[in-house]
């Protein structure tokens, strides 16, 4: 159920506004922070994870990996390159529509996507002997293990934060315009981020595919 | 302490900074330790039942009583904040901590079944732990901080 609240601009790159501009009707439609008809996929998801490490067969493990890594790059290239400029450009009611409804969204995909990335891809390197420290492509590895974890730091210290807090302002009856502005800047510049390190992902993960 | 931030209802520590770069110091350790399989750390343990040279544990070590130490610090500091909306913080901290105790448990499943044991499994888990903790405390001071107490 959508709530009209009586709100200054809410939005990015618009501060000045949002603190002296005149107040605008902006519909806010109800969400959960955190969508629950999206957790027994989530389950399903973690089962599968568990199933295919338990039997640790290859092509088990490539798939969720493969996935898992696809669903995770594009997912980071599409919010910092296409998405997120749009988003910063939209009138501030679509900002606030497109928000409430895409972010409860990637509260549930993204940790679920990096997990079944990392542990599936684990398993992965370990079956094919890939992350033993012999294996003649190991310094290309561990370029793979610094740029995931330069995205993880970014991601769980700065996007992760930003995401659940941005949906908490926008769940209380007055939410503060500056605030949101704030918390939503620093989430498109940090999938901006993690976005161009995706793209150092696709070269090392073409460059140890290729052999 | 740190500048008041115009839209912060308190003056805060810079609890987000320190969490980087404790988090930074936890990925740093597993990359160490990851880099270097299946080499014996520390001669206690076959990682991958490969014969090779030891490695010390010491550095992993090092960088994740940092970390430890790092987020002991940010809590201290937090403490000590008049007005933080605790109560928030705890809301939203909780249910992150359920969330990214269930991302730790799959990684440390992966480990258990490759059959890490001894120094490294204790060290490694020890990391997950701190990563468990720390990413819910962000998450929930990120959320509390713009909180009304």
Do not use: C
């Not at chain 1, 995909?109 to 398993?123: E, N, R, Y």
């Not at chain 2, 020890?126 to 990563?131: G, N, S």
């Amino acid at each position: 159920m959508a709530q009209a609240v009586s709100s200054p601009g809410i939005g990015i790159g618009d501060g000045a506004a949002a603190a002296q501009g005149p107040p605008a009707d902006v519909e806010r439609p109800d969400f959960q922070i955190v969508p629950r008809a999206g957790l027994p996929i989530v389950g399903v998801v973690l089962v599968l994870l568990i199933a295919g490490i338990a039997t640790n067969k290859l092509w088990p493990l490539m798939f969720l990996h493969v996935v898992g890594g696809a669903s995770w790059t594009i997912i980071d290239l599409f919010l910092g390159f296409v998405l997120g400029p749009i988003l910063g450009s939209l009138p501030i009611p679509a900002r606030i529509a497109l928000t409430t409804r895409l972010m409860p969204k990637m509260v549930l995909i993204m940790p679920t996507a990096v997990t079944v990335t990392l542990a599936a891809g684990w398993q992965l390197g370990t079956h094919v002997g890939t992350v033993q420290s012999s294996y003649y492509l190991h310094g290309w590895v561990v370029a793979s293990y610094i740029v995931v974890g330069v995205m993880a730091v970014i991601a769980l210290g700065l996007l992760e934060p930003a995401n659940i807090a941005v949906l908490t302002e926008l769940k209380k009856p007055q939410p503060k315009p500056e605030v949101v502005e704030k918390l939503m800047k620093r989430f498109i510049y940090t999938a901006g981020a993690t976005g161009l390190m995706q793209i150092a992902t696709l070269v090392i993960m073409t460059r140890l595919a290729s052999g | 302490m740190s500048e008041p931030d115009r839209v912060d209802a308190v003056r805060l520590p810079p609890v987000t900074q320190l969490g980087m770069v404790s988090l930074a110091l936890i990925v740093a350790a597993g990359i160490y330790l990851s880099a270097h399989i299946p080499e014996q750390v520390s001669g206690l343990v076959h990682v991958s039942g490969f014969a090779s040279h030891s490695v010390s544990l010491a550095p992993a070590i090092v960088l994740l009583g940092a970390s430890a130490l790092m987020l002991a610090v940010n809590l201290l500091a937090l403490a000590r904040v008049d007005g933080f909306a605790w109560a928030r913080f705890f809301e939203i901290a909780r249910w992150a901590l359920l969330a990214y105790a269930i991302i730790a448990g799959m990684i440390e499943y992966v480990f258990l079944r490759n059959h890490t044991s001894g120094g490294p499994l204790v060290v490694l888990s020890f990391a997950l732990v701190l990563f468990a903790v720390h990413v819910p405390v962000l998450i929930g001071f990120t959320v509390a901080r713009y909180q009304e107490s």
